[in-house]
């Protein structure tokens, strides 16, 4: 039986191999928020960012906490980090019709929070069918952007030091405008998060009243 889950196995490693080079080539297209969701606390725009296209907090060593979502590994630094909880069973509020990745609220910080499935936001579609229910994966949620969203994942991995030369900076964020960079040493994505939460938030206030719109980046 070990032997047959072997093939599997390697066809997984490779999938996420080929997804994280596309990462480095800035291919795949920026998120597509079509749907209406309960409305989420003001995030500012975020600062220009410094020298070579990295925010201000990557122009020194910096700190970040690793965590994955369906195999992939991704890292918020720590200065934009508002906090971590264990995920428990009821602690999100199901709201009805909305789109699969749009888990819910939750109670954090004496306020609601919208809470995302974070591997159906940043994993190709072809391999978003092939992920497992979430109720059967997710184990953690990472609050950023002062506390207004939370990006709900599979694991908590390590918190590691970075040096600024240590990343790949994206010198342009036409698409995935998330993605500050990548830390090739971990083989993981660097994110921005007051600009992923720049990102949901824009595809809310894009939204008519009706409730649908179709949102070219």
């Avoid at 020298?51 to 906490?65: D, I, V």
């Avoid at 069973?89 to 909305?98: A, E, I, Y």
């Avoid at 749009?102 to 190709?124: C, H, K, N, W």
């Avoid at 072809?126 to 950023?144: C, D, G, K, T, Y």
């Amino acid at each position: 039986m070990e032997h047959e889950k072997l093939p599997a196995l390697v066809a997984e490693k490779d999938a996420l191999s080929v997804y994280f080079e596309a990462l480095l080539r800035e291919a795949p297209p920026e998120l597509n928020l079509d749907v209406a969701m309960a409305p989420a606390a003001a995030v500012p725009v975020p600062a220009v960012p410094g020298s070579e296209g990295r925010p201000a907090w990557g122009e020194q060593t910096f700190q970040a906490l690793l965590f994955k979502v369906a195999g992939l590994t991704l890292a918020v630094p720590l200065v934009e980090l508002s906090g971590v909880q264990e995920w428990q069973d009821g602690m999100v509020t199901p709201m009805p019709g909305h789109v699969s990745w749009y888990l819910g609220l939750t109670q954090y910080r004496e306020r609601s929070v919208p809470v995302v499935d974070t591997a159906l936001l940043v994993m190709p579609e072809e391999r978003q069918a092939s992920l497992v229910p979430w109720q059967e994966r997710l184990r953690h949620v990472v609050f950023i952007a002062d506390g207004s969203w939370g990006l709900a994942c599979d694991e908590l991995a390590q918190v590691v030091t970075l040096r600024p030369e240590e990343v790949r900076w994206r010198t342009s964020r036409t698409k995935r405008r998330w993605l500050a960079g990548t830390v090739i040493e971990h083989m993981c994505a660097l994110l921005d998060p007051p600009v992923f939460a720049d990102v949901l938030v824009s595809g809310i206030e894009s939204l008519p009243q009706s409730g649908m719109q179709d949102e070219d980046e």
